[in-house]
């Protein structure tokens, strides 16, 4: 049968091979702790979950909503931003809601991009800033940062290949703090990358899903905090993981109007908005009180000060992250050879301990396994357990 042309520019899913042996090994009846997947574990405050009820027992929000979301929770976004960040937004003109931001990224893909455009992405990176614009029919331009290892190598790395690339890329797709890595930057990186991009003609597009996840008082900073970078960035943020909200698919995107206007354009076509009773309790997430952000923020920390310390006390030496709910974990010496799929079927087998290969963020992550902070302590010092009678065994 004919080949659906779209599809084969997808390599096979590499998280679905450690998911299969995963849901075998729990058919088996083993214990298997999961590290994989970053999907939050805890449950949406309570506060947010009242007004979604309250909201959804009035019928008048059953209906159609709108695909760049009701107008007042575009104003919760704006006035958010300028809370945090002093960033004045207009929210008629550069905020849109976004079914998650998974979602928003790649229809902004689809709206921008064509075959006839390049877009340059770090390599390792999380998949749909990879896969967005494969997805939209256009090439990827990778820039390695397996090791890159602090900020001032990273803008140095850019300021070299960004004007050097051939063609000029139309995005630079960036998520600091970062997925998988954990990279974190500071204000003073934008200020250096939005002047550089605004000379070459490069938009730049900027996820912020970590930004509340952040730790011994590091500060993750907006992009649109540069004066004048609203001119050529976006930024996208969901509330999946600052108010643990990963099921209820909402986010946003603000910043350029050109690029916000293109993204609402195509989401008329595609879609009607996220279910009004769902922005509703989104803008009293916004807007309500953040203590629940702190709390939520404050069970990574803990969750990473058994795991990160763990690990290095095995041998296994990982940097302790300063923000995200990542480790991103570079294979011990004795297992490097296997790459990373290989060695994640080994700790999954032998640990009972589930992580995510890094060649799934690129082919320079293959040297690393990511473990997410998804598991209690009491968990996850059963899976260093569990590891260290790997290493004793080997």
Known sequence: MEEFRRLTRLPAYVFNITSELKAAARKRGEDIIDFGMGNPDGATPKFIVDKLIEAAQRTTTHRYSLSR??????????????????????????AIVT????????HLCLAVLDGEDTVAVPNPSYPIHIFGPVIAGSKIQSIALDDVTDQEQLIA?????????????????????????????DLSFFERLVPLCKELGIYIVHDLAYADIVFDGYRAPSILEVPGAKDIAVEFFTLSKSYNMPGWRVGFMVGSPKLVYALGRIKSYFDYGTFTPIQVASIAAL???????????????????????????????????????FAWARIPEQFRSMGSIDFSK???????????????????GDTHVRFSLIENEERTRQALRGIKQMFKSA
Request: positive net charge; glycine residues 8%.
């Open 69 to 94: 979301g009701i107008p007042r929770l575009r104003k919760a976004i704006c006035t958010w931003y300028k809370t945090r960040y002093d960033v004045d937004l207009n929210p008629e003109t550069e």
């Open 99 to 106: 079914i998650g931001s998974k979602e928003g990224i790649a």
């Open 157 to 185: 790395q850019l300021e070299y290949e960004l004007p050097r690339m051939s063609p000029r890329p139309k995005l630079l797709i960036l998520n600091f703090p970062a997925n998988p890595t954990t990279q974190c930057v």
């Open 287 to 325: 807007e309500g009180p953040q203590d629940c952000v702190k709390d939520i923020t404050r069970i990574y920390k803990c969750r990473r000060d058994v795991l990160v310390p763990g690990l290095n006390k095995l041998g296994w030496n990982v940097d302790l992250p300063k923000a995200t709910m």
């Open 346 to 364: 080994k700790l999954l087998l032998e640990a009972k301990v589930a992580v995510s290969p890094g060649v799934g963020f690129g082919d320079h």
